[in-house]
């Protein structure tokens, strides 16, 4: 359900579209975008909407609600908001006008990158320079109606810069740089120990911090949990031996820290798509 008080000036843009299944399948999309002028009474409220939004606020500034949250969005601000859950937002309350720019976007691609500038959920604005953003929503105002493969393309690319350049900003304030330190504490410690029997405690131990905390750090800055990243440094490290190395798969299962082959061989398959004998035979013909 969606209710509106469109006041917002004349010269406001507002754009929409259908993508289709080859759009749709894309891991940045967009199906609505605009340039508001809003004045004082402008607002809106929804009960959900199949994508996420993105804000940038021109000039004036804006007030966002979902849930118990509230946040205001001064100028050279920008923030991205999950619609699928209630929300409301209308220009701020003092303030005349709420000029901003937005596009409703999705994807794959949206959804992994909302983990980082949606941490734990919480309405999180970012400060983005307007000579940094404003030229990507004219490049997706630009490539709007031309329906073509490479305005797809570009569009995508676009929304992903956007995205990319509020986690970086984000990612860059003193808190982050201590929680990313943090984190890259727990992933040296795992490449430098990688083939003795790690668990979580043992790199919980390493940290000052509370399980669920490292966890959802872990997840933000590197995309996957700690067990995943271990794999993944195994496997990677396997790779390595069995192309620079005549060593039996058992050998490199030792080395790499499984406790057997047989699960040395079910995990490698399972991540690469070859087995272990598989992928040392077509790494080392002749390209």
């Known amino acids: 359900m969606l209710t509106y008080n469109m006041d917002v000036e004349e010269r406001s843009l507002w754009l929409r579209a259908t993508p289709g299944a080859a759009v749709l ?12 002028y809003g004045r004082s009474r402008f607002a809106t409220a929804r009960t959900d909407k199949e994508s996420y939004l993105l804000f940038y606020t021109v000039a004036g ?10 946040v205001e969005l001064p100028a050279g601000s920008a923030l991205l908001l999950n619609c699928r859950t209630p929300q409301s937002y209308c220009t701020a309350p003092g303030q005349q006008s709420w000029q901003h720019t937005w596009v409703h976007l999705d994807g794959a691609g949206v959804a992994n990158l909302a983990e980082t500038l949606l941490p734990q959920n919480r309405l999180t604005p970012v400060r983005v320079s307007a000579w940094e953003m404003q030229p990507l929503f004219d490049t997706i105002f630009a490539e709007w109606d031309r329906g073509t493969v490479a305005a797809q393309i570009e569009t995508g690319l676009t929304l992903h810069r956007m995205l ?19 984190i ?6 795992i490449r430098a120990h990688y083939a003795e029997p790690l668990s979580l405690d043992a790199l919980l131990a390493q940290t000052p ?8 750090l872990f997840r933000q800055y590197t995309g996957t949990t700690p067990y995943n990243f271990l794999l993944s440094t195994r496997i990677t490290r396997a790779k390595e031996l069995l192309v620079l190395t005549d060593f039996a798969v058992s ?14 061989s079910t995990r490698f398959t399972a991540m690469v798509g070859q087995s272990p004998q598989q992928y040392r035979k077509s790494a080392m013909q002749p390209r």
């Open 251 to 264: 050998e490199i299962a030792h080395q790499v820290g499984f406790g057997d082959e047989s699960n040395f």
């Open 164 to 182: 990319a350049l509020m986690a970086a900003r984000l990612l860059a304030g003193d808190a982050s740089r201590s929680n990313r330190a943090l």
């Open 61 to 70: 500034a804006g007030l966002i609600e979902q849930g118990a949250q509230q």
């Open 184 to 189: 890259e504490q727990a992933t040296g410690y």
């Open 209 to 216: 911090v509370s399980k669920s905390w490292f966890l959802r």
């Open 25 to 36: 399948a894309q891991p940045f999309y967009c199906t609505e975008a605009g340039h508001f």
